[in-house]
């Protein structure tokens, strides 16, 4: 089976580099090894350094797996909260 390549433009895979390097350093701050937080999320160090590269084919369960074992699983609970243009649209519906 031939995994299909996620295609971003640039400036939205610098978003995935950007939180690729934050958990790499949330993990380097905890003074945690790639061994031990692959094997506390479940996933291999290949996965991991994947990850932390900001890969977006990477299953975003994985990405929050890693987020748990590094105490930031809230983090991940702030995504998309606040749709200001979907509330925005939603109003204008309304009139």
């Given amino acids: 089976m031939n995994p299909k390549k996620t295609i971003l433009l640039p400036k939205y895979q610098k978003v ?44 975003i369960g994985s990405y929050f797996n890693v987020l748990r074992v590094l105490n930031l699983e809230d983090d991940f609970k702030k995504l998309a909260v606040d749709d200001e243009f979907g509330r925005k649209l939603q109003d204008l519906d309304l009139l």
């Avoid at 701050?29 to 290949?46: D, F, P, W």
């Fill in 16 to 59: 995935f580099e950007q939180l690729g390097e934050n958990i790499k350093l949330a993990r380097k701050r905890r003074k945690l090894t790639t061994e031990q937080v692959s094997e506390r999320a479940g996933i291999n160090r290949t996965t991991l350094y994947r990850i932390e590269k900001g890969d977006p084919a990477v299953a």
